[in-house]
């Protein structure tokens, strides 16, 4: 196994399960299950007893592992120089798990379903670029940049909405993009985050090849998960190209005036995705956009930055659902955090988010009292057209 | 060994014993002042041996460059006179010690010494510098801040060896064998100590300043004129290379900056206090800083601009309390450069 | 054991019980170089009443029971010698009151330090309490049961002393209350009643499963700021101590030592924070304090050092992350430490006798230790890193620390959080009469021998 001879030196000393003032507990599959097992340093001691042959794989051992939603907290807070390889080794043991074929159900199913439909939802290739009908958005042809939508963002009807919203403020601002329509496929982000590494390289290599041939140079994401997965692992097979997430994107435009931008009277709070944050460092972009808009409120959960507690739909557990639902889950645990804001919206940066947190508002019947709105909706609402 | 080139001849009928009569710490008249010198002359034991502060100010004020502090070092030296607490010296001297590390580069003009500032690197970016060659590390380190702690024999034993370090390491793809010294200390290490001590250097030693200066002349069309009052807080190495002083005038005035009058500068410069603090003569420490920061304060300055770092350390916070902003001057130029 | 089984998820739920290998190895077992030893059940109650029933349904199945917070000794003492259930009892971790006028707070055993800091930081920013360097993940019960220190100890003794009383359940089932708590609503004082707190102070879990503490908290200053007196010769810190310590001016004074980084080896790092409400405060702080070693720095022996102003940070935390990091100095993930509570005038020798140690078995060590009270003792750690992979370097370590623990005892110390090897040591060399007492309070409370045995048994 990869960083196989790193996994001893975790000290379980614990820094990784919380927050940087030690406020909360921030790993969520933790704070869900709470037996130290499913903690960062459960997971290091148990893959390094696998090594040593001291366990063998089990179905327990495989839900440990792939509770891990990889949201990052261990990574920022270890205190340890071997930090940045967390994530990395909780992959490779997954990847381990899934040469021996021995993962959760749901798990499997998902990557059947990626492998048969390239996308998780079952749903037709032929469809993917459908939530564009109606609009004046156009097929790449070799303009500035790919409007990358992703798998969420095609199908889900939330994120259609979001795609829909980014492309509208991106037209109207005059911008050279175009996207791909039913030609694009899954960029293969969560794939890895679950260890199939194979697959992954299929879906980037094939991803790369595409866009080389197009000419694409410049890619905006409208996930983080593409984000993170372009920038980050792309590069390393090739794909090296020029990414921006939706966000940064619709501060340069609002920075440079090219929207118009009126008042809209509303108390928001920013939650934080782990694939744009903590993995990507991008805090900003996303405040400043919504700092643009005149009378606008924005106040701050406790945890935000590199804080922000996960919604739970990362590595895969948006598909999977491993950590399951309760009181204890972390969205649930999110919108009470956003609810005691004050805030009246939640704003989003990631379609993942925009479902988990929506879910969780109904679970904790507050529907009446916050809603979820991902931030180019609430620019287009304010953008004078 | 190297051989300190005093002419005692020359401090026997010296009329004004400028050394110790201005040193601002001693208030010596003249009379006691060539009693004094008598005996630094016989290396007897001298009260300026225990109580000098190792401000370098008597190198400067010398008319002769005689080397009255390098004397003074050598005597404490041998005669077991600790200016530090010898559990801080060791310390010192075992924490800067080379390690036999140093890597082959070839590095292109311009290569600068950051010495045992590597925090500098971070600001030699952009446009304004170019991504100059640099390095800095333990075997590279001039040493000179032993004479803080009479420790002229740590120089003499390990400076040789830097010395080949830095021409066989990192100047050896250079084409003007020069050597831009970040720091005042480097500077007057090869171009005062050394020759003092008849160690030869085969490279050419050029002040940073003399480099930020070019830099910034070539450039003019990108600079904002800063428009502030600042103090320079002078270093005390520089008091061994005075010649160089005028560098800081000359760059303020290209970036717009006024140099204030005030008391405690250029010749009158008081000590940043943090060796002071090391000897363990705190009183004396804080007294200083009270006079120098009072004396800034009232000039009404902006900014404090620093170029040596430990100066920096000792009184950046002392200086925002003050609402003074503490700067180095390599920050100082950025502020003003326009990318 | 199916039927202890169900009758432990009855009590807690299903998803509060585990028999599963994954949790059974990682329980088995901590961070330092005790032997693991394979519990039969985790646990992980939420409530008192919770407590109760497991420990009935223990004594009725004469089951071991070991309490666990942060299981962050190092030491074993949560590892299950003869199986039984191990009782994870971070769940419990409400902050139940804070008392702002007689500045205390009663919490579950489950309240991690990191949790208490912060909840204080942001909710009554004018106290704290006194925080340990372990990592934030230990437990103020599990820290105070084992007399832990921390960065008010120099000031106010052992985290003991700063104790008000307890809820407990009694190896037999009964809960109880110690201190003013059994008599008042207010958990403020354990004086002036028979000291009960006591049963449960250092007996690691072996006389009941502690379900609140009351500890005082103290006024937060709003400046802190570090000195470091350098020595080389370890003969002149006991005095040293005695005069910082005497100026009753510091907050908390350390002092380490260790052959790396190089610049460090053959010195003794005395590490003296002070704090205050003003620059005026801190100033008459900072004078007396050099004041009190003037002798040292005059005679040139001691000096303080600068500290350079972007180290500080770190060095003023609490807890402080570096000691942390020092278990990897091996690349090893490893390290453990004797904790020799020793009087100040033993430090020479205890200094002495580290070297020695490492001489023999560890090039890499380190001594850390953290003034009590007005240097009425010294917490002082021989600690020796080890690579966890290498079972040799393992055995070096343990060589290292059983003959720590014969340094600690030789030099009139006293060893805190010991291990099996380290309670019997001390137990041999124990007043027989104590020794007896000790067993028959055992015994009296906890008839059936469940409570984490092994630990303070006569063999």
């Known amino acids: 196994m990869e960083y196989k001879d790193i996994v001893h030196r975790c000290f379980r000393c614990g820094y990784c399960k919380f927050t940087d003032d030690y406020q909360d507990i921030n790993c969520p599959s933790y704070k869900k299950f709470s037996f130290e097992t499913y903690s960062p340093g459960g997971r290091m001691w148990l893959i390094r007893a696998w090594l040593n042959n001291e366990i063998v794989m089990s179905s327990h051992y495989a839900e440990i592992l792939f509770s891990c939603i990889t949201c990052g907290n261990c990574k920022e807070h270890c205190v340890f120089t071997f930090k940045d390889e967390l994530l990395n080794i909780f992959e490779a043991a997954k990847t381990e798990l899934v040469s021996e074929g021995l993962v959760p159900p749901a798990v499997r199913d998902y990557f059947k379903t990626m492998s048969i439909n390239e996308n998780p939802y079952k749903e037709p290739q032929d469809e993917r670029g459908k939530w564009a009908e109606g609009t004046d958005i156009q097929r790449y042809s070799n303009q500035e940049y790919l409007f990358y939508v992703g798998d969420v963002g095609s199908y889900d009807e939330r994120g259609k909405k979001m795609a829909r919203h980014i492309g509208g403020l991106l037209s109207e601002a005059g911008l050279s993009f175009g996207i791909l329509g039913k030609e694009e496929t899954s960029d293969g982000n969560d794939v890895k985050a679950l260890g199939e590494k194979w697959l992954f390289q299929q879906l980037a290599e094939d991803n790369i090849r595409k866009f080389h041939e197009i000419g694409v140079k410049k890619i905006i994401t409208l996930d983080p998960h593409a984000f993170n997965v372009f920038s980050q692992e792309y590069p390393l097979l090739g794909g090296d190209f020029e990414v921006w997430h939706y966000t940064q994107i619709l501060n340069m435009l609002a920075k440079e005036k090219r929207i118009t931008i009126s008042s809209c009277e509303m108390k928001v709070t920013y939650h934080d995705p782990c694939y744009l944050g903590r993995h990507n460092r991008i805090y900003e972009a996303p405040r400043e956009v919504l700092s643009c808009i005149p009378g606008l409120e924005l106040v701050e959960m406790a945890r935000n930055r590199e804080d922000a507690f996960c919604c739970g739909g990362g590595g895969g557990n948006f598909f999977t659902d491993i950590l399951g639902t309760g009181v204890d889950s972390p969205n649930r645990i999110r919108v009470r955090e956003a609810y005691d804001t004050g805030a009246e919206i939640i704003a989003v940066a990631c379609p993942m988010c925009s479902k988990m947190l929506d879910d969780a508002i109904k679970s904790e019947e507050l529907e009446e009292r916050i809603a979820v709105k991902d931030i180019a909706e609430i620019l287009y609402q304010a953008v004078v057209h | ?339 | ?459």
């Not at chain 2, 001849?9 to 009329?15: D, P």
């Not at chain 3, 004594?59 to 259930?85: A, F, Q």
């Not at chain 3, 380490?256 to 790092?269: I, T």
């Not at chain 3, 850390?368 to 007005?374: K, S």
């Open chain 3, 1 to 459: 054991m199916e039927k202890i089984y169900n009758a432990l998820t009855d009590i807690v739920g299903s998803g509060y019980v585990s028999k599963e290998p994954e949790e059974l190895f990682f329980y088995s077992r901590d961070q330092g170089t005790s032997e693991p030893k394979i519990p039969d059940f985790v646990v992980m109650p939420r409530t008192t009443q919770e407590i109760q029933r497991i420990v009935l349904l223990a004594n009725k199945e004469k089951l071991p029971i070991i309490p666990m917070g942060g299981s962050l000794t190092l030491s074993g003492l949560c590892i299950p010698h003869r199986k039984g259930v191990v009782l994870d009892l971070k769940r419990m971790d409400s902050i139940l009151e804070v008392n702002e006028t007689s500045r205390y707070v009663l919490v579950e055993p489950g309240v991690s330090q990191g949790a208490l800091q912060s909840y204080l930081a942001i909710k009554h920013p004018e106290l704290m309490h006194s925080i340990p360097d372990a990592p934030p993940a230990n437990t103020i019960a599990g820290n105070i049961l084992i007399h832990g220190s921390g960065h008010l100890s120099q000031e106010t003794g052992f985290h003991t002393e700063m104790l008000n009383g307890l809820e407990v359940v009694l190896p037999t089932g009964e809960i109880c209350k110690t201190g003013s708590g059994s008599i008042s609503p207010k958990w403020f004082a354990r004086a002036p009643l028979p000291d009960l707190t006591g049963l449960f102070l250092g007996w690691f879990g072996t006389t009941g499963v502690v379900t609140k503490l009351s500890i005082r908290l103290y006024p937060k200053p709003l400046k802190k700021d570090v000195m470091m007196f350098v020595t080389e010769n370890p003969d002149h810190i006991p005095d040293i101590i005695y005069r910082v310590t005497g100026t009753k001016m510091a907050e908390d004074v350390n002092l380490f030592a260790q052959p790396k980084p190089d610049w460090a080896e053959g010195f003794q790092q005395t590490v003296i924070n002070i704090t205050g409400d003003s620059e005026e405060e801190m100033s008459f702080k900072r004078r007396l304090i050099r004041k009190s070693v003037e002798h040292y720095i005059k005679s040139k022996e001691g000096g303080f050092m600068l500290v350079l102003p972007q180290l500080k940070p770190a060095m003023k935390e609490a807890p402080l992350r570096e000691l942390t990091r020092f278990a990897d100095m091996m690349k090893g993930g490893g390290f453990e430490y004797v904790g020799g509570i020793i009087p100040t005038e033993s430090f020479p020798q205890a200094y002495y006798d580290t070297l020695e140690i490492a001489e023999k078995y560890r090039p890499k060590w380190s001594i850390m230790c953290r003034v009590i009270g007005r240097g009425h003792a010294m917490m002082f750690a021989y600690s020796w890193p080890f690579n966890r992979a290498d079972a040799k370097d393992v055995e070096m370590s343990r060589k290292a620390l059983f003959e720590s623990n014969i340094s600690s005892l030789k030099n009139g110390g006293v060893i805190w959080k010991s291990e099996l090897e380290g309670q019997r040591m001390m137990m041999e060399k124990m007043d027989p009469n104590t020794l007896n007492l000790l067993q028959k309070i055992k015994r009296t409370l906890d008839p059936n021998g469940i409570m984490n045995p092994g630990n303070w048994e006569v063999v």
């Open chain 2, 1 to 339: 060994m190297y051989e300190l080139k005093f002419d005692e001849k020359m401090c026997a009928v010296c009329e004004t014993c400028d050394c110790l009569v201005r040193c601002p710490y001693l208030n010596l008249d003249l009379e006691h002042a060539k009693k004094e010198v008598e005996k630094l002359i016989q290396g007897d034991n001298s009260m300026v041996l225990t109580e000098c502060v190792t401000c370098y100010s008597c190198e400067e004020y010398c008319p002769y460059g005689n080397h009255p502090f390098y004397r003074i070092v050598e005597l404490q030296e041998s005669q077991d006179i600790y200016p530090a607490p010898k559990p801080i010296m060791n310390q010192q001297i075992k924490s800067m010690s080379p390690v036999g590390k140093g890597k082959v580069e070839e590095l292109k003009d311009p290569v600068i010494s950051l010495c045992a500032f590597p925090e500098a690197k971070k600001a030699l970016r952009g446009d304004l510098f170019q991504n100059p060659n640099n390095y800095f590390g333990r075997d590279y380190f001039c040493n000179l801040m032993y004479l803080h702690f009479a420790r002229s024999s740590i120089i003499k034993e390990r400076l040789p060896r830097i010395i080949e370090n830095i021409w066989k390491q990192k100047l050896n793809k250079s084409e003007s064998k020069e050597l831009i010294c970040y720091h005042d200390e480097c500077y007057a290490t090869y171009t005062s100590w050394a020759p003092a001590y008849g160690i030869e250097v085969p490279f050419k030693p050029i002040h940073f300043y003399e480099y930020l200066y070019n830099r910034i002349r070539a450039s003019m069309e990108n600079i904002t004129p800063i428009d502030a009052k600042v103090a320079y807080q002078r270093p005390c190495s520089n008091r061994l290379i005075p010649e160089q002083q005028h560098w800081v005038d000359d760059i303020f005035e290209l970036l717009g900056a006024q140099r204030v009058k005030r008391e405690y500068d250029r010749e009158d410069a008081l000590c940043c206090g943090g060796i002071l603090r090391m000897q363990g003569r705190d009183d004396l420490a804080h007294d200083l800083q009270v006079k120098n920061l009072e004396d800034m304060e009232a000039a009404g300055v902006d900014y404090c601009v620093f170029n040596c770092p430990f100066c920096s350390y000792t009184l950046s916070e002392m200086v925002k309390e003050r609402n003074i902003k503490p700067i180095m001057m390599i920050d100082l130029c950025t502020l003003s450069w326009n990318d």
